[in-house]
C-alpha cells in the first residue's frame, strides 16, 4: 500500500536527519529560531498524535478525538506553545523515542483503516476533502521546517 510506504520511507528519511544532526546538537537553538531540534521533534510529534488518533478513531467507528491540548486554545500558535511547555519536562531520549514511535502508530492505525475510508476524500474531515491517499502526511515538516533544519545544519557544518 503506498501510504505505508511512504510512512515507511519518511521514517528512514527521519532517523537520517536525527542522526546528522547528532546527539550533542539536539538542544541547541537554531533549527527553527528560537526552537532546538528536540523542540522540533516534540512540535512535529504533538500534531502527528493528534493525526494518529484520528485514523484510529475513524478504524474503530468512533467519532473525531477531542485533541490532546485543551478546549480554550484555538490556534495554532497556542497550541504549539501548549505542546513546547509540555515536550519541556522531557529528555531528548524520550522525545525522539516517542517521535520514533508515532511512526509505527501511524502505519498501525492506517493498516487498521477499511480500504474505502484510504481512498473516500470525505472519509476524514480534518484532510479537507482529499483522500488520505493522496495526502503528504509529512508535508508539514519536509516544506516547512527541514529547509530550516538543512540551512542550520549548513551554518554548522
Known sequence: MQVL????REHQSW???????????????GPMGEWSFKDL????LGWRQRT?????????????????WPDELGDDDAINAW??????RQSVDDVLRDVD????RLATAV?????RMITDPNAFPSLEG??????????HLNEEHLPSVRAWLAERA
Open 15 to 29: 532517523r537520517a536527519l536525527v542522526e546528522e544532526v547528532g546527539r550533542d546538537r539536539m538542544t541547541e537553538p
Open 83 to 88: 505542546i513546547e511547555e509540555q515536550s519541556r
Open 130 to 139: 482529499q483522500a488520505l491517499v493522496d495526502v503528504d502526511l509529512f508535508g
Open 41 to 44: 521533534a516534540a512540535h512535529l
Open 5 to 8: 510506504d511512504r510512512i515507511a
Open 52 to 68: 494518529v488518533a484520528r485514523f484510529e478513531a475513524g478504524a474503530e467507528g468512533r467519532g473525531e478525538p477531542k485533541p490532546p
Open 111 to 115: 493498516r487498521a483503516l477499511p480500504d
Open 101 to 104: 514511535e508515532s511512526y509505527d
